[in-house]
């Protein structure tokens, strides 16, 4: 009986190692996103029905085109939203996510590109990345993104 017990230990040693083993690169993958937030803008909520059977959103019906939201509440300073293709849209930020919002700010677009009159930094509108982010060792931010869900003829944006 001893040596039966002496091999149930030892085999439940084994399994007992593994998820030990799991647990500990699991701790390790976790990872501290403070640092990720954005300080400049704030996170506010908010939720706008985009009808892409009115004209001001007509745009949209197309791949690549761009539209500038700018009723009041929703964003810091608007959001532009485009049209990725495959009925899929993104929503982004339209004041500049590399300072605070100002008089200057909000983001000016030209084709699928908009650019931040403060300091004059690019972003690409089809995925919201820096596209002239300087090698100055500084922390620099891509557009910050909203929730976009298509929904029938309209296009539900959110945070």
Avoid: W
Wanted: proline share 4%.
């Amino acid at each position: 009986m001893l040596k039966f017990v002496q091999n149930f230990l030892n085999i439940m040693r084994f399994p007992m190692r593994i998820s030990i083993l799991i647990f500990y690169f699991a701790l390790l993958s976790c990872s501290d996103d403070e640092g990720r937030r954005n300080p400049y803008l704030a996170d506010i909520n908010f939720n706008f029905e985009v009808n892409l059977n009115l004209p001001l959103y007509s745009p949209l019906t197309n791949i690549g085109n761009a539209v500038l939201v700018e009723t009041q509440g929703v964003g810091i300073r608007g959001v532009y939203v485009v049209n990725t293709g495959f009925d899929l849209f993104r929503a982004f930020e339209a004041s500049c996510p590399n300072h605070s919002p100002n008089t200057c700010s909000t983001m000016e677009s030209s084709g699928q590109v908009a650019t931040c009159g403060c300091e004059d930094f690019e972003y690409n509108l089809l995925t919201g990345q820096q596209l002239n982010r300087p090698d100055d060792g500084e922390r620099y931010y891509d557009m910050l993104e909203y929730r976009a869900v298509k929904s029938g003829n309209s296009v539900i944006i959110s945070n």
